[in-house]
C-alpha cells in the first residue's frame, strides 16, 4: 500500500503562487509515475499534470506554463509549484498515483483546498 499526504494548499490572489508538496509513504518503491488532480466545484476530478518515473512530464492545456510538477525521490515528495493563478484554478489538489499492476489511478491522498480569489 502507499499512503499520500498532501499539504500547502490555501487563499491566494488572482497572479499569486502556492507550491502544493505530496509526501509518500509505505510500498513507495512500487511507484512509478505520480500526478495532481483538481476537483472544481460542481466538477468531476481532473488530471492537471504528471510525472514518469523518467521525468517526463504532461500538463493539462489549462495549466501548462503556469504550473510546474517535480518530484524529490530522496524526499518520497511530489511538488506542484502554481503560479499566475486564476479564480478558475480553485478546487481541491490530489497528489495520486498509479498502481504499477494495472495503471489504474488507484492511490489517493486526502486532498488539499487551493481557493484562488478575484
Known amino acids: 500500500q502507499v499512503q499520500l499526504v498532501e499539504s500547502g494548499g490555501g487563499l491566494v490572489q488572482a497572479g499569486g503562487s502556492l507550491r502544493l508538496s505530496c509526501s509518500a509513504s509505505?510500498?513507495?518503491?512500487?511507484?512509478?509515475?505520480m500526478g495532481w488532480y483538481r476537483q472544481a466545484p460542481g466538477k468531476e476530478r481532473e488530471l492537471l499534470a504528471a510525472?514518469?518515473?523518467?521525468?517526463?512530464?504532461y500538463y493539462d492545456d489549462s495549466v501548462k506554463g503556469r504550473f510546474t510538477i517535480s518530484r524529490d525521490k530522496a524526499k518520497n515528495t511530489l511538488y506542484l509549484q502554481m503560479n499566475s493563478l486564476k479564480p478558475e484554478d480553485t478546487g481541491i489538489f490530489y497528489c495520486?498515483?498509479?498502481?504499477?499492476?494495472?495503471?489504474?489511478?488507484?492511490?489517493w491522498g486526502q486532498g488539499t483546498q487551493v481557493t484562488v480569489s478575484s
Open positions: 495520486a498515483a498509479p498502481d504499477p499492476r494495472t495503471g489504474s489511478w488507484d492511490y
Open positions: 509505505g510500498s513507495i518503491f512500487s511507484i512509478n509515475g
Open positions: 510525472i514518469a518515473s523518467d521525468g517526463a512530464t
